[in-house]
């Protein structure tokens, strides 16, 4: 299996613009995460999904952000509009089955909002 | 509420040296602990995990510490190589449909 797919691996874009982030998760898994790292805050879960359906997405930090997965291999995860505190790096990852199962992370997608 | 506290935030250690990185967490329903590996420009990997089961579990140089009592675990690496250079986070989790919670990471620095 080729693993967690993400584009674009980075993306540098100008304030007030649409970012959209794409992320294949590996065949056969249930569930799906968007994080966001940066120095200051460290590993933070946005959203999850489960069988594609948004369980928890309390972590989203504003409305300007929204994740779709509109199939079992897609999701996408879009800034509208964009600002400069949105830099950082996002990573989707995907889990097959419950809590205890290995989480398996995609090389992430560095965003610079300038 | 952060959920899982760990330290030190970075670490440098001497090859051939001892890291050691510390995690506490709070929720006692979490039976599920596993370290993550970040290396630069890469996701995180799955290193080692631990079930409160057991109070240690050794893969390799790697070895994980759990004291259920004091809600602690900790990551040894035996013997430091300047390969193991990287980001270090511990998780905790509950069986079922719950996501993992991360601790902040540790920057391992292992210098010759």
């Known amino acids: 299996d080729a693993g967690v797919i993400q584009s674009p691996r980075h993306e540098v874009t100008e304030m007030g613009q649409e970012v959209t982030l794409r992320c294949k998760p590996i065949?056969?898994?249930?569930?799906l995460f968007w994080y966001r790292q940066t120095m200051m805050r460290g590993l933070e879960l946005l959203i999850y999904?489960?069988?594609?359906?948004?369980?928890?997405d309390s972590g989203m930090p504003e409305d300007r952000f929204s994740a779709k997965m509109p199939n079992a291999s897609f999701s996408t995860l879009k800034i509208q509009p964009s600002e400069p505190r949105d830099s950082a790096v996002y990573f989707c990852?995907?889990?097959?089955?419950?809590?205890?199962?290995?989480?398996?992370f995609g090389p992430g997608t560095r965003l610079t909002v300038l | 509420q952060q959920q899982v506290k760990q330290s030190p935030q970075s670490l440098i250690v001497q090859k051939g040296g001892i890291s050691i990185i510390n995690c506490a967490y709070e929720?006692?329903?979490?039976?599920?602990f596993p370290w993550y590996q970040q290396f630069p420009g890469k996701g995180p990997a799955l290193l080692i995990a631990?079930?409160?089961?057991?109070s240690e579990k050794k893969e390799g140089r790697f070895t994980i510490s759990f004291n259920k009592s004091a809600k602690q675990f900790s990551l040894h690496i035996m013997d430091s190589q300047p390969g193991d250079s990287a980001t270090y986070f511990c998780?905790?989790?509950?069986?079922?449909?719950?996501?993992?919670?991360f601790g902040k990471g540790t920057r391992l620095s292992v210098i010759a």
């Open positions: 990852a995907s889990r097959l089955g419950g809590g205890t199962d290995t989480q398996y």
């Open positions: 065949s056969g898994h249930d569930y």
């Open positions: 999904f489960n069988n594609n359906v948004p369980i928890d």
């Open positions: 929720n006692t329903a979490f039976d599920y």
């Open positions: 631990i079930r409160p089961d057991v």
């Open positions: 998780a905790a989790s509950m069986s079922g449909n719950t996501p993992l919670v």
